[in-house]
């Protein structure tokens, strides 16, 4: 099975695992009367992003998502260039030793 495929296997239990958690969550909140927020849940409200994660609300700013995507992006292109070299060396040495 290719990588991306299993990607989304996992991404797809890992969506049923957390609405089966939300699911019982709320099943909990009925019996005892409590008023407790999801296990995670995420919307879009005015300009902002809002998580909610273990009952705990977190607002996030669309310039904070930005900036951290920006460095993401970087951070992985330069981690492949230095895996790129690094495979390039190794095969320079392969090539001088056994070939």
Same mark, same amino acid.
């Given at each position: 099975? %290719? *990588?991306? =495929?299993? #990607? #989304?296997?996992?991404?797809? $239990?890992? !969506?049923?695992?957390?609405?089966? $958690?939300?699911? %019982?969550?709320?099943?909990?909140?009925?019996?005892?009367? &409590?008023?407790?927020?999801? !296990?995670?849940?995420?919307?879009?409200?005015?300009?902002? /992003?809002?998580? +909610?994660?273990?009952?705990? &609300? @977190? =607002? !996030?700013?669309?310039?904070?998502?930005?900036?951290? /995507? +920006?460095?993401?992006?970087?951070?992985? =292109?330069?981690?492949?260039? +230095?895996? !790129?070299? @690094?495979?390039? *060396? %190794? /095969?320079?040495? #392969? =090539?001088?030793?056994?070939?």
């Amino acid at each position: 099975m %290719s *990588k991306l =495929k299993q #990607f #989304f296997l996992l991404f797809i $239990l890992l !969506v049923l695992f957390i609405g089966g $958690l939300n699911i %019982s969550n709320q099943g909990i909140n009925h019996l005892t009367l &409590d008023n407790r927020g999801p !296990v995670f849940a995420c919307n879009y409200e005015q300009g902002s /992003w809002n998580l +909610q994660l273990l009952s705990q &609300d @977190y =607002k !996030v700013s669309p310039e904070l998502l930005n900036y951290e /995507w +920006q460095l993401l992006r970087q951070s992985a =292109k330069n981690q492949g260039q +230095q895996a !790129v070299q @690094y495979l390039n *060396k %190794s /095969w320079l040495i #392969f =090539k001088a030793i056994f070939l």
